[in-house]
């Protein structure tokens, strides 16, 4: 993007890997001096009957979903706090809310997450820091492919949003928007839900 003036960095590793959550923030912050906002976005789904899950999906979705969720904002928590200020939003899930089915692991680590955000929130309101997260409904992703492919799934997974849709990505901007802006300066904590009204019925 230097052609538009704007500075950027592309680093890539496995946030399953602690050591790799610990170079992705130091990294960025040689970059650019600072580090003002970090989206944890990253995520892994396996789906099987919770009979059937193995311990290696459930250590690796774990690993991905909720332990890279801590360590990026501890690594980039300690410089926000020593800047006195910072936003950090995590994308939790409806299964932050609700078991869901076949996704035990997943559903696991996305109620971690929501918790994480309190976690860190209750600590960190008072030094500037907005620890928030945004959980987002059915969308149209890779990981919800298998979902939108069975036509019963899909059908009762529609009928339930009120809706009538499955959301875009684009319907994640407005809230990712609010939540790394001072808009949001009070807001600590918040797990903010794009659903399409799901949660409603």
Not at 39 to 57: F, L, T, W, Y
Not at 110 to 124: C, D, I, P, R
Not at 174 to 186: D, I, K, P, Q, R
Request: net charge neutral; hydrophobic share 45%; glycine share 10%.
């Amino acid at each position: 993007m230097a052609e538009t003036g704007v500075d950027c960095i592309a680093l890539a590793g496995d946030v399953g890997d602690a050591t790799v959550c610990a170079r992705l923030v130091a990294d960025t912050i040689t970059h650019f001096g600072a580090i003002d906002i970090l989206v944890n976005n990253a995520g892994i789904i396996r789906r099987s009957p919770a009979v059937d899950h193995s311990e290696e999906d459930w250590q690796a979705i774990i690993n991905v979903n909720l332990s890279s969720v801590f360590r990026l904002t501890q690594h980039a928590g300690r410089h926000m706090i020593a800047k006195g200020r910072g936003k950090i939003i995590n994308i939790a899930s409806l299964l932050t809310f609700q078991g869901g089915i076949t996704v035990p692991s997943y559903a696991a680590a996305k109620g971690g997450v929501g918790q994480l955000t309190k976690a860190f929130a209750n600590e960190w309101a008072s030094k500037g820091v907005n620890v928030n997260a945004i959980a987002p409904g059915y969308f149209a992703t890779d990981n919800t492919e298998a979902l939108q492919k069975n036509p019963e799934r899909s059908r009762q997974i529609l009928e339930r949003i009120p809706a009538g849709r499955w959301g875009e990505p684009e319907d994640l901007a407005g809230a990712a928007v609010f939540l790394a802006s001072a808009a949001s300066n009070y807001v600590h904590g918040h797990i903010l839900v794009v659903d399409g009204g799901w949660l409603n019925r």
